[in-house]
């Protein structure tokens, strides 16, 4: 456990997420990303998606921000401890994670921001 913040090995079997049916355990993805300098903290969570079902993100909070972490080299790292399948296929860098109550983060805030974000993109395009 991390100074001043509580372990999240703690998690229900419906924080599994399912993609392209495998089952990919949230808190194994966050080991390997927290594990890399310059990831200060990281949440891992399924959003829906028509082919795989739910794709894998991750939500990284940056030891700096002007400077984080290659995409490339975190996918690296997710791959090699934990599997292809678990590699989230996309990264979204955040100054800090949204918080529910003492140390519990609000993966339905996440999962907002995420669809807003995909939201404004598609509009963007059109």
Do not use: Y
């Not at 456990?1 to 997420?17: F, K, N, T, V």
């Not at 995409?71 to 678990?86: F, H, I, P, Q, Y």
């Not at 996440?110 to 995909?118: F, G, H, T, V």
Request: net charge positive; with cysteine; charged share 25%.
């Amino acid at each position: 456990m991390a100074a001043g913040r509580p372990s999240r090995s703690h998690r229900r079997i419906d924080d599994l997420i399912n993609t392209g049916g495998v089952k990919v355990p949230p808190v194994l993805v966050e080991r390997a990303l927290t594990a890399l300098p310059g990831v200060a903290e990281a949440c891992v969570f399924g959003v829906e998606d028509p082919a795989w079902g739910q794709a894998v993100v991750a939500a990284i909070v940056a030891t700096d921000p002007a400077a984080p972490p290659d995409e490339s080299v975190l996918r690296d790292a997710v791959r090699t401890e934990v599997g292809r399948t678990a590699v989230p296929k996309l990264f979204r860098f955040v100054a800090q994670l949204p918080l529910l109550g003492p140390g519990k983060i609000d993966r339905a805030a996440l999962r907002r921001s995420d669809a807003a974000d995909r939201g404004n993109a598609t509009n963007s395009r059109a």
